[in-house]
């Protein structure tokens, strides 16, 4: 259920993820958490965010980018169709390049926005699915395969903030898998705490 923050930070783990625990959902999450009969799983449903929180960074960004870009290649372009001179066209493909820098991080704002993720986990192993407009993804790891259940970095800054995600670490230099980029810090806290719970890891 939900409920304030509890436990304590037990510090990094030694490699590149922090332990901090957090028992009980943050009281402003809009994550759905279902604990399943008999103890055999817990379910966490990330709906659809909405532009807000780190989409809505990206689609500020991609439209302030565009704007930019746009510009300047509407200004070449007509430059370019009025003198007629193929050597004036050339620009136009450099900055071709910064716009699609804007498109990209449009359709990133896009998915985030508009994908809806779900975490499975039960005595068999983690099972994690995400559906959005441009991408569908899923992936399973074994529940004897996991080594370790953290919140780590990304590898995406915002605001010089680095962005934490739940990742899921693989014995026997497996692949590693992560989820929930884009959470509030306290829910992912939260959900890593709850899933290693869940496996009795012990940090």
Known sequence: GRGGVGGGSRGGDGGGGTLFEVEDQPANSRVQYVEMPGGTGITFVNPRSGFRGTARFFIVFAIFWLGISGVVFMAFLIGALQNMRWEEFLPLVFISGFVMIGVLFLGVAIQLALARSVLLATREGVVFTTKGPFRAAEWQVAAGNIREIVAGP??????????LQVQVRVKGGGKDRAFFTGLSDEEIFWVATRVRTFYAIQG
């Open 154 to 163: 990304s590898g995406t800054t915002i605001n010089d903030k680095a962005l």
